[in-house]
């Protein structure tokens, strides 16, 4: 049910624009790369402004798993989750080239026999004796930004991890930063605020709703796994009240009893982690 206070379905901090912005600009950036035949800048204007409409339109739950559904099914990069949580606090801002890190060994990376930190990387592309190593990039940057419509100004998603700030996406626009010397980059920075790094974030609906499906054809096999993937259910909704909303109101059907046989083992899970379960009728 809808908090009294704000009529709102979920937690204050899923409503919060800076979470909506980071997530409509990563759409409208991975759009680019989706159809990249098309190049003219006012189409581009028309589906950037309606991209922009889709949180009005679909509303929060169906949008987080819009923008689930292009990372995760795109990509395989599992970004809601962070841009949701309320144990990290974002903010857009320029941040200094040199107080990047990597999210792994990408582009230059392994031959230069670097770390993954930008500063070392800029410091070392440009030597005398990786001239071939600089030009190289600097093709295959320009290959990539010809692929498709400009993207290369969006900001780039970083997260404090173990005190680095991680890229968890836009590590070519990094590199493309670092080859034209730029000194800062625009970025969505997220910081940690408490343990656990995800907590009351957005669990998406599909991958709920792929393990009830998963477990009714498991039954109908016979096998026995009512209690294994309970315990998983409830491991991911834990943490997460809108998890456990979506759980209920969406991924089961009250009228199908494998489905209300696995409902119930969640919610004995559940009452271990000293949580109770909302069933709904």
Known sequence: ?????????????????IRREIATRYAQHEFRKLLPQLRQALLWKS??????????????????????????GFRLKSLVPLITSLNIRWEKKEVPIKELWFGGKFGPIGSLGTSESASEVKEKIFLPKNRKNLEQTRKKLKSFSLETAPR?????FVVRKEGKLRVIDGNRRLTQAIINKRDTIKSFVGEPLAKPLLYEHWVPTSLLVELVFWHKQQIQSGRKTTGMIAKNIAELIRDSSAGRIEFVERSIHKDDQTHLLLLNSVAKVLKDFGIKLKITK
């Open 47 to 72: 589906i950037d402004k309606q991209i922009e409409n889709w949180y009005e339109k679909l509303l929060e739950r169906n949008f987080w798993n819009a923008i689930n559904g292009i990372s995760m």
């Open 152 to 156: 290369d100004e969006f900001p780039i």
């Open 1 to 17: 049910m809808p908090n009294k206070k704000t009529n709102k379905l979920f937690l204050p901090h899923l409503y919060e624009p």
